[in-house]
């Protein structure tokens, strides 16, 4: 984002905090599509996405007050629909006796319709470990920069890159591919 991005964060969120509900409507519309996108990748079920993301602004929206404008109020929300997303996983794999076993074949079909694919994507993500799976989400899905990662995740660059490292192996092992690499996408995207 822009700095001059940031600096209409820092007005919106003086006025929310201000009470300006006109505000807080901009300020959701800025960024509804990114979150609501996010959370998409941590369940199968658009309303489930949708109802998180909501969560999510209202979240930020009842602790406004307490809010301290530090880096980006983007990464906030992010983090805010990270706990989300993953405390909705949790809750979902606890309601779930039996978990689907992934066919593995299919996906390295190339008949198999773009859509098909994303929703295997999707099962593999629902099975890999939460640390790893947010890697692969932000990187691949939401375009981050792996020092993005870092600074969202707060944890330091070494480790984002040795998660994504191995979140790409556990992904093409559940996708039974030999190739996990991303078309167009450079690893090295710092």
């Known amino acids: 984002m822009r700095k001059d991005g940031n600096l209409n964060d820092v007005i919106l969120i003086l006025q929310m905090k201000q009470g300006d509900e006109q505000a807080f409507d901009k300020f959701v519309r800025k960024y509804y599509g990114d979150i609501l996108s996010y959370c998409k990748y941590h369940c199968l079920d658009q309303t489930e996405a949708e109802d998180l993301t909501q969560e999510t602004f209202l979240r930020f929206m009842n602790n406004i007050q307490s809010y301290q404008h530090i880096g980006k109020a983007k990464n906030y929300l992010y983090v805010i629909a990270g706990?989300?997303?993953?405390?909705?996983?949790?809750k979902w794999k606890a309601d779930c006796v039996e978990k689907e076993?992934?066919?593995?074949?299919?996906?390295?079909?190339?008949?198999?319709?773009?859509?098909?694919?994303?929703?295997?994507?999707?099962?593999?993500?629902?099975?890999?470990?939460?640390?790893?799976?947010?890697?692969?989400?932000?990187?691949?899905?939401?375009?981050?920069?792996?020092?993005?990662?870092?600074?969202?995740?707060?944890?330091?660059?070494?480790?984002?890159?040795?998660?994504?490292?191995?979140?790409?192996?556990?992904?093409?092992?559940?996708?039974?591919?030999?190739?996990?690499?991303?078309?167009?996408?450079?690893?090295?995207?710092?």
């Open 83 to 90: 706990n989300l997303c993953k405390n909705h996983v949790k």
């Open 101 to 190: 076993v992934l066919e593995r074949k299919l996906i390295s079909d190339g008949g198999i319709p773009k859509q098909e694919k994303q929703i295997y994507v999707k099962q593999a993500l629902e099975q890999m470990n939460p640390e790893l799976k947010e890697i692969i989400i932000m990187f691949y899905f939401q375009d981050f920069k792996l020092k993005e990662i870092a600074d969202i995740l707060q944890i330091g660059l070494p480790l984002v890159k040795y998660r994504h490292k191995r979140a790409k192996e556990e992904l093409k092992r559940l996708l039974g591919e030999e190739d996990s690499h991303e078309p167009g996408k450079d690893d090295g995207n710092i």
